[in-house]
């Protein structure tokens, strides 16, 4: 049992009714919760987005509008979001067709008030979140990876897995993009083939 399973940010508010909606979020439960039941997994490390009400990717704090495009070198951007996933309130909370009992370690990320924060690994500063630590000392060598949002988390998660060595499998129906821009589901998976990820159906 060399491997483990990711499952980047899957919230409420990137479902459908959520702030930051992904189109077709639900879709992708049932996929999750039959790889979260397999027992191939050696751990399930979950990710959750966990931002204080001052986080500077909230468009508002700056007085903007949401998707203004901004990039600063703290690693916010490359534009500002609505609020989302404000700690403690039902926006950061797990999706409840989520089995999160299955859940080992749950990662939060994007905590400080000036640093975002995409990938599960690092902040976009290049913080680390300890979870390249916690897969070696469990032993992971390979990866499959599922969640929300394939063309922002989940993308940075894979990239920052592969810089770390991990084999990479992307659960290809327990995934869904924002596609803030026509064709950006498309172009990144389109990078992850190129970059030799894995497309995987469960
Ligand atoms: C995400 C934008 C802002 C994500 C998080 O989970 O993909 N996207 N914060
Ligand atoms: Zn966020």
Redesign the pocket.
């Known amino acids: 049992m060399r491997k483990a399973l990711i499952v ?2 899957v919230q409420n508010d ?1 479902y459908e009714t959520g702030s ?1 909606p992904v189109s077709g979020a639900s879709q992708i439960n049932e996929a999750i919760n039959r790889a979260m039941r397999d027992s191939v997994y050696k751990a399930i490390v979950a ?1 959750q ?1 966990w931002h204080p009400s001052n986080h500077m ?1 909230f468009a508002v704090n700056h007085g903007k509008e949401p998707f203004t495009p901004f990039d600063n070198e703290k690693g916010i951007g490359p534009v500002l ?1 609505p609020v ?2 404000q700690q403690g309130t039902h926006g950061a909370a797990f999706h409840t067709n989520i089995e999160t009992n299955r859940f080992d370690y749950i990662i939060r990320k ?1 905590t400080h008030p000036h640093v ?1 924060s ?1 990938s599960i690994f690092r902040e976009n500063d290049g913080t680390e979140l300890g979870t390249d630590g916690l897969l070696r000392a469990l032993g992971i060598e390979e990866l499959d990876i599922c969640g ?2 394939l063309d ?3 993308k940075y998660t894979v990239h920052d897995a592969l810089l770390a060595g991990f084999k990479i499998n992307v659960i290809i129906n327990g995934t869904k993009g ?1 596609e803030a821009n026509i064709g950006d589901v498309q172009r990144t998976i389109e990078e992850f083939r190129r970059a030799g990820v894995e497309l995987i159906e469960r």
Request: net charge negative.
């Open positions: 980047v940010d990137f930051l990710g987005d990717s979001w989302h996933c994007g975002d995409y929300l949002a922002y988390c989940l924002v």
